[in-house]
């Protein structure tokens, strides 16, 4: 089993959907999680990070629950720039690896 | 304010040669840490550098090997290269080791 596990994707949604992404992750004792964004042949950003008591900036919001080891990315009223890879990343907070990232799940966003 | 700068932006490198890849953090980043990010798969970690030290490893042969400068800037080196060695690599800096990550546009090696 991988580390940080997320939908395989991919998902193809019409303008203005409303899409969930999830992630679960084995190592119980993470520190900190993020969700990035990757455009094609680009390097990941920081979309948001993600806190126990969920987060939300704008159309975006993002829920962890640690006794699940579960991490969601919602995003309401999808754009046609929304189209992207999402990325889900814990940080172990320690050991030889301490930044994991999930193989991501592509979104397309159609007219 | 000027991101993670990276160069080269691509190399086209034969087997058996070695690369010298450059990272530059964003100022007043501390923490370094390099990825190698094959076609369809996420990024996978190689090292963490803070402070100049090496803060972690990831499951990459002795090939792989890289170091931060004083000024925090870092260099990764890999020898005798492989074709599977072809990837995205990509730098990213933090404020301090478990801070969040920010990305460099990456180099693009492919290996003949």
């Known amino acids: 089993r991988k580390e940080v596990e997320q939908d395989p994707g991919p998902f193809n949604v019409p303008e203005g959907a409303t899409v969930a992404f999830n992630c679960t992750y084995s190592n119980s004792a993470s520190q900190s999680f993020f969700w990035y964004r990757q455009d094609c042949r680009k390097e990941p950003k920081l979309l948001m990070s993600?806190?126990?008591s969920g987060n939300e900036d704008g159309r975006f919001t993002a829920q962890l629950n640690r006794a699940s080891q579960y991490i969601s990315l919602l995003i309401r009223d999808s754009k046609l720039s929304d189209s992207a890879t999402y990325l889900c990343v814990v940080n172990r907070g320690s050991g030889n690896t301490p930044l994991v990232f999930g193989k991501g799940t592509r979104l397309s966003v159609i007219a | 304010d000027a991101g993670v700068t990276q160069s080269p932006t691509h190399l086209i490198k034969t087997r058996g040669q070695h690369v010298t890849l450059r990272c530059s953090p964003i100022s007043g980043h501390k923490s370094v840490s390099w990825y190698q990010q094959v076609l369809g798969q996420g990024p996978q970690f190689i090292f963490q550098?803070?402070?100049?030290?090496?803060?972690g490893r990831g499951n990459f042969p002795d090939r792989f090997s890289a170091r931060q400068f004083p000024n925090y800037s870092s260099e990764l080196n890999v020898n005798a290269l492989l074709l599977g060695d072809s990837a995205l690599y990509l730098c990213?800096?933090?404020?301090?080791?478990?801070?969040?990550?920010?990305f460099g546009p990456g180099t693009r090696l492919t290996v003949l």
């Open positions: 993600v806190y126990s």
């Open positions: 990213a800096s933090s404020l301090e080791i478990f801070n969040e990550q920010f």
């Open positions: 550098y803070y402070e100049k030290e090496e803060r």
